[in-house]
């Protein structure tokens, strides 16, 4: 979400925050660092106004319609809705990008619509592992949030550094950044944390995926998809420590129960906008309304279309518009 301080991350800033770990470590391993920054870039397009709250309000939304998925959106936003171009539909992506998006998180047995539509079009070979690029483009997302989501909930106020001392990855790194700068204030050392733990697990990154390589004997980019499995990944000890790091941050930062209100509200509005959309379209702006389908499911997917371009404050100020006055939680 973007929330009211200017202080945290949104998806914007996470974006480049990932694609800078992810050129990274393809640099290191002799990777495309273009198309590694491109599937970064562009790996959270598809997220509609809230994020995940957003998403699951769509989903709900588009029951019988063929539901709503952010990583399916990210390649219809690419390939259709955006039309920068005046003889085709979308950017004109190449489809190693294309096929990265899909499947940067592995093979994909049953894709939803969107994402069975780009794959009628181009073929992203759904059920085998994409790139190595797209592979280390999943992993910089981990590492990116892992960590920066520790600063920005230190700065809210949902986290304590007593709390985080819990998990024992973060403790013995806390123990090293005491023990490099004594007497520095512990709010000077949260940066500096946050930036050591980066590159510890990058680090473990490339050293784990460069050994997996040299025993795989992978030499193409076609052994790569063939392989059956992930090649970029952390070492095992990294692997379970960033598993316990993220289940603190889930009972902790993301099921805060602020954060739970907000998600409360989130889902609200979208589902608000939504339904005022459908019942009377005619709120739309009119290059949304005078291309609306009569037909369903196009007709409320091209309703979910709108909706899921809009950014969180666009998406409040219309819903005050279209709908009334919301009470929104402190800080939303």
């Not at 920054?37 to 957003?54: R, S, T, V, Y």
Request: hydrophobic share 45%.
């Amino acid at each position: 979400m973007a929330p009211d301080g200017d202080h945290f991350r949104v998806r914007l800033t996470h974006s480049l925050e990932v694609a800078q770990i992810g050129r990274t470590i393809a640099r290191v391993l002799g990777l495309n660092e273009d198309l590694t920054e491109a599937l970064c870039l562009a790996h959270d397009i598809g997220h509609p106004p809230f994020g995940h709250a957003g998403e699951d309000a769509l989903e709900a939304a588009l029951t019988g319609q063929g539901g709503f998925d952010h990583n399916g959106h990210t390649l219809r936003t690419l390939i259709e809705l955006d039309r920068p171009y005046p003889i085709w539909n979308g950017l004109n992506l190449t489809w190693e990008t294309l096929e990265g998006l899909a499947k940067h998180n592995g093979p994909i047995a049953r894709p939803e619509w969107a994402l069975a539509a780009a794959d009628a079009q181009f073929d992203l070979e759904l059920d085998r592992w994409p790139s190595l690029e797209a592979q280390v483009a999943a992993l910089a997302d981990d590492i990116a949030y892992d960590n920066h989501d520790i600063d920005d909930g230190l700065r809210a106020g949902l986290l304590s550094l007593d709390q985080l001392m819990e998990v024992p990855m973060i403790a013995d790194g806390w123990r090293r950044v005491e023990g490099r700068f004594p007497g520095v204030p512990a709010k000077r050392l949260v940066g500096e944390l946050v930036r050591s733990q980066i590159g510890e697990m990058v680090n473990d990154l490339i050293v784990a995926t460069q050994a997996r390589l040299a025993g795989s004997g992978i030499e193409t980019v076609e052994d790569v998809r063939a392989a059956g499995r992930c090649l970029a990944s952390f070492s095992e000890g990294m692997r379970e420590a960033e598993r316990g790091l993220k289940r603190f941050m889930y009972a902790n930062l993301y099921h805060h129960p602020s954060q739970l209100a907000a998600a409360e509200a989130a889902h609200g509005v979208v589902a608000g906008l939504f339904a005022a959309y459908a019942g009377d379209p005619t709120r739309m702006p009119a290059e949304w309304r005078e291309a609306l389908p009569e037909e369903e499911p196009w007709r409320s997917r091209h309703i979910a279309d709108f909706i899921a371009g809009m950014t969180d404050r666009y998406a409040i100020a219309r819903y005050r518009e279209v709908v009334g006055p919301i009470a929104l939680p402190e800080g939303f």
